[in-house]
């Protein structure tokens, strides 16, 4: 189901048969350095089952990124539930091949405009690695405040907190 559109892009729910496109980030160490560890193809699919199950139970989700110019899937963005599972927490991963082109900001961007649209919530919150400057970087073009220093049992990781106030 698609829930967003950009210049660029389109935002739709993830479904099983993305599992050859999620394998390209979420299976490539690369990428996944900062956020847990690349999986194999079995545990991604316990992922996508995961990511699938949560849409439904609880109307948000990360989001399949679709490249408009190729009909691709490359990347994902939107939203995990952290430990303590109140809060909404903005993730994305995107195949390398996609870096350096703006895409995770425009698909960042679009992630915080629907939440503000169709979440109902005051707030959006961000954990990274205190090294991943990519990620800082797109943080701080969409306007959140760092807050502190906190553990994140996705990436079992003393990261960087920050909030953004919708
Ligand atoms: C984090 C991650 C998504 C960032 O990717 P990225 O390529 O740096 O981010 P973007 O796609 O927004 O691209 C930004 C860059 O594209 C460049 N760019 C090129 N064309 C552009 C365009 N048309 N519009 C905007 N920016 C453009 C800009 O120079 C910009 O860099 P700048 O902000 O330093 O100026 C990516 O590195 C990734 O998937 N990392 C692994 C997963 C991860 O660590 N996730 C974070 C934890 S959840």
Redesign the pocket.
């Known amino acids: 189901m698609k829930i967003y559109e950009t210049d660029r892009l389109y935002l739709r729910t993830l479904n099983i048969e993305d599992i050859d496109s999620v394998m390209s ?1 979420w299976g490539d160490e690369e ?5 847990g560890g690349a999986g194999n193809r079995e545990q991604e699919m316990k992922s996508l089952k995961f990511y699938i199950n949560l849409q439904k139970e609880k109307g948000h989700s990360p989001y399949a990124i679709i490249l408009k110019e190729n009909n691709e899937v490359i ?1 994902v963005c939107g939203f995990n539930p952290p430990d303590n599972n109140e809060d909404i927490e903005l ?4 195949a390398k091949g ?9 698909a960042a961007i679009a992630c915080v405009n629907y939440a503000r649209k169709y979440l109902n919530r005051d707030t959006i919150v961000a954990f ?1 690695d205190p090294s ?1 400057k ?2 800082e ?2 943080l701080i ?1 969409l306007g959140f405040i760092f807050k502190g220093v906190k553990w994140h049992g996705g990436s079992k990781n003393e990261d960087l907190y920050f909030e953004l106030t919708l």
Do not use: Q
């Open positions: 980030f990428v996944m350095k900062y956020c990347g993730v994305y991963h995107f996609y870096w350096g082109k703006g895409y995770a900001t425009e990274i991943n990519s990620s970087n797109i073009k």
